[in-house]
C-alpha cells in the first residue's frame, strides 16, 4: 500500500493552532468562557501568586515574585497582573503563548480552569473556521493498493468513523480532510474530518478574494 500526500492552503502555525496564539492582558482579565460568561482569569488564580509568578516567570529563588508582593501591597490581583506584564513583555523565559499559560495552570493543579480555556479556545476557533472569517488548512491524501489491504480502514481510524466490517474496498481511496476537535470530558482530542463539496467550494472561492 502506498500513501500520496499534498498539502495545501498552507497557514502560520498560530492560524492553525488557537493555543499559540499570544494572550493580551484584557483577555486575561475578561474572558469569554462557552457559556457566554466571561471570568477574570488573574482574580481566579488569586493567592496562588507564590506558585504562579515561579512557574509563569521562571523566578526559581522567588525574588522577583517577593518584590512583587511588597510593592503591590500584597494584593493578590495586583501581584498576579504585574507578573502577568512582566512575561507579556518576554521578562520570562517561556513562550508567550496560551499553550504556556495553559501548562502553568495545569502545573498549578489548576486543571479544571486550564481545560476552560483550551476548550473555548477551540471552540472560537471552530466557529470562525465555519463562518469562514479565518481559513482552513487541510491536505488531500490517497491511499494506494490493493484490495481489502487497509486503505478505507486505516483512514476511518484516523477520522474516528467505525469500522466497516463488510463494505467493498476499492483500489484507490482519496479524500480531502481537516482537523477538527472533538470535546471528552477531560480533554480535546484531535481527529480528521472529511471536507464536503461546499467545504471545498468556499475554499476555492476564497482563494480568489
Known amino acids: 500500500m502506498s500513501l500520496f500526500i499534498s498539502s495545501t492552503t498552507p497557514l502560520p502555525a498560530q492560524q492553525q493552532e488557537p493555543l499559540r496564539d499570544t494572550p493580551t492582558l484584557p483577555q486575561l482579565m475578561a474572558f469569554p468562557m462557552l457559556d457566554g460568561s466571561k471570568i477574570n482569569i488573574l482574580t481566579r488564580i488569586g493567592v496562588r501568586y507564590n506558585v504562579f509568578g515561579p512557574f509563569l516567570l521562571n523566578d526559581d529563588d522567588g525574588s ?5 508582593k511588597e510593592s503591590c501591597m500584597r494584593d493578590s490581583h495586583a501581584i498576579n497582573l504585574e507578573i502577568s ?3 507579556l513583555q518576554g521578562k520570562g523565559k517561556l513562550p508567550i503563548t496560551w ?12 486543571k479544571g480552569l486550564a481545560l476552560d480555556i483550551e476548550s ?7 466557529e470562525a473556521l ?6 482552513g488548512a487541510y491536505v488531500r491524501l490517497m491511499f494506494l493498493g490493493a484490495g481489502g489491504s487497509g486503505k478505507s480502514s ?7 468513523v467505525p469500522l466497516r466490517m463488510a ?5 484507490a481511496d482519496t479524500r480531502t480532510v481537516s482537523f477538527q476537535w472533538i470535546k471528552a470530558a477531560d480533554s480535546c482530542e484531535e481527529a480528521w474530518k472529511e471536507h464536503t463539496s461546499s467545504d ?5 472561492s476564497s482563494s480568489f478574494s
Open 64 to 68: 522577583v515574585t517577593d518584590a512583587l
Open 85 to 87: 506584564k512582566l512575561w
Open 99 to 110: 499553550a504556556t499559560f495553559v501548562s502553568v495552570l495545569k502545573e498549578m493543579d489548576m
Open 120 to 126: 473555548s479556545l477551540r471552540d472560537d476557533y471552530a
Open 130 to 135: 465555519s463562518k469562514g472569517s479565518v481559513p
Open 154 to 160: 486505516l483512514l476511518d481510524g484516523l477520522m474516528n
Open 167 to 171: 463494505e467493498t474496498t476499492v483500489v
Open 200 to 204: 471545498e467550494a468556499t475554499i476555492f
